[in-house]
Structure formats: structure tokens, C-alpha cells
């Protein structure tokens, strides 16, 4: 499968935990994003790389999240003294870019954080 | 930043036709529509966009009048495995830095009956 893989696919941590998450792009692909999606909701943007620069967070973004592109190719994404309300599908996306107009982003299959 | 708005949900039978329209008033020059489809439990999955006029492929129709403040998501014959929620999207865009950030609203959740 060459599509965009999330790990874990699901996470249980208690209040007050770090957790790190996982994002392996398509391969050719420069552009990567974080969004989250609660119950009910659409995905919200959390942040966006090209290559290995950080270009975009939102304000969404609490200073307890941090994101990482090494190098350009996988990402990762660490929530810090996690708090019930980070509770979420926390979902990454790809693009190959190339165009401003570039609107088709490949989507992983998310990873559900539940803090209890 | 232009404001979609689009059904909360639509009921369908299989077979039948589905037109989903969306309005966004407020949509840019250069902005494109695009809309996604997602299952449950799975992320968003690009289906069309389109600028103006007609745009069709191997899943949909999109259909976008002159004035480009609304469009119409159309799916021909839908199955049972059609039932998902469905996002239209204007994005927004960074045109210095070129970021492309997806803004979702809640969607319309189609639901395919037999």
C-alpha cells in the first residue's frame, strides 16, 4: 500500500501523558499536514510542512503540541500533559504540490487519541 | 475566507441520482470548489474540483454556475456504499507561501437506503 500511513491507529493515555504520533507520507510527496477531527465535526487544520520546514500552525495549536518533519519525509506529532479535551482523531495528509491551486490532499486513516 | 454552507444531511435511495449544493457567497477570484467524501473511521478522500462551468469524472459531476456562489455535487446512480459525509470546500490559501490548508465545515451526511 503506498497511500499515507498513521501509527498508532489508536491511543488510550491518562490526563497528564505525552503521546507522539506518526505520519509516513506518500513518498513523492513534499507537502504534509496535521488536522484534527472531533465528533460530529470536519477535520480542523493543526499545521503544515513543506519538505522539512514548518510553514503554518494554527492557533488551535496549544504550546503542549509540536510537530517534526525531519529530513522531509515522515512526521511526527507530540501532545504534552495531554488534557480530556485532546481527545480527537488526529489526521495527516499529503499533497505532491507543484500548484497553488493544488486542493487534493491524500488523507491517512487517523489516529484516535482518547484520554481519560 | 469564503464560508461554505450545505445540508446537515440527505436521504437517498439506491440507484437514484444525489445532488448535494453547497453556497459560498463569499468565494475568491481564484479560489477552486472542491469537495471530499468521508467514511467513518477513515480520513477525508479527494473526490472533484472544479473553478466553473461543468467538471466531470469517473465518480461525479460538479457543477458550478457563472457566478460561482454555489455549486452541486451530483453522483449518478449511488449505491449503498455511497452513504458518507460529504464536505465542500473553499480553500484557503496563503498566496505568498502557497500554504493550502483545507477548511472543512460539518458536511452533509448522505445516507443510501435499498
Known amino acids: 500500500d503506498t497511500g499515507v500511513s498513521q501509527d498508532p491507529r489508536h491511543k488510550i493515555t491518562k490526563r497528564g501523558q505525552n503521546v507522539t504520533f506518526r505520519c509516513d507520507p506518500i513518498s513523492e510527496h513534499n507537502r504534509l499536514y496535521w488536522y484534527r477531527q472531533t465528533l460530529g465535526q470536519g477535520p480542523e487544520f493543526l499545521t503544515y510542512?513543506?519538505?522539512?520546514?514548518?510553514?503554518?500552525k494554527s492557533r488551535l495549536l496549544s504550546d503542549r503540541f509540536s510537530a517534526e518533519r525531519p529530513k522531509g519525509s515522515f512526521s511526527t506529532l507530540e501532545i504534552q500533559r495531554t488534557e480530556q479535551g485532546d481527545s480527537a482523531m488526529y489526521l495527516c495528509?499529503?499533497?505532491?504540490?507543484?500548484?497553488?491551486?493544488?486542493?487534493?490532499?491524500?488523507f491517512g486513516p487517523g489516529t484516535r487519541l482518547t484520554v481519560l | 475566507l469564503a464560508k461554505t454552507t450545505q445540508p446537515i444531511s440527505m436521504d437517498s435511495y439506491e440507484g437514484q441520482e444525489v445532488n448535494i449544493t453547497c453556497s459560498h457567497n463569499n468565494i475568491a477570484t481564484n479560489d477552486y470548489i472542491t469537495w471530499y467524501q468521508q467514511f467513518p473511521s477513515q480520513g477525508p478522500r479527494f473526490i472533484i474540483q472544479g473553478y466553473k462551468t461543468k467538471v466531470t469524472n469517473e465518480v461525479a459531476s460538479l457543477f458550478i454556475p457563472a457566478d460561482r456562489k454555489s455549486s452541486t455535487l451530483s453522483l449518478p446512480r449511488v449505491s449503498l456504499s455511497d452513504t458518507a459525509v460529504y464536505y465542500c470546500?473553499?480553500?484557503?490559501?496563503?498566496?505568498?507561501?502557497?500554504?493550502?490548508?483545507?477548511?472543512f465545515g460539518t458536511g452533509t451526511l448522505l445516507a443510501v437506503q435499498p
Open positions: 495528509a499529503s499533497s505532491l504540490g507543484g500548484s497553488v491551486w493544488d486542493n487534493e490532499q491524500f
Open positions: 510542512f513543506q519538505n522539512e520546514a514548518q510553514l503554518e
Open positions: 470546500l473553499v480553500g484557503d490559501r496563503d498566496y505568498g507561501g502557497a500554504t493550502n490548508k483545507l477548511i
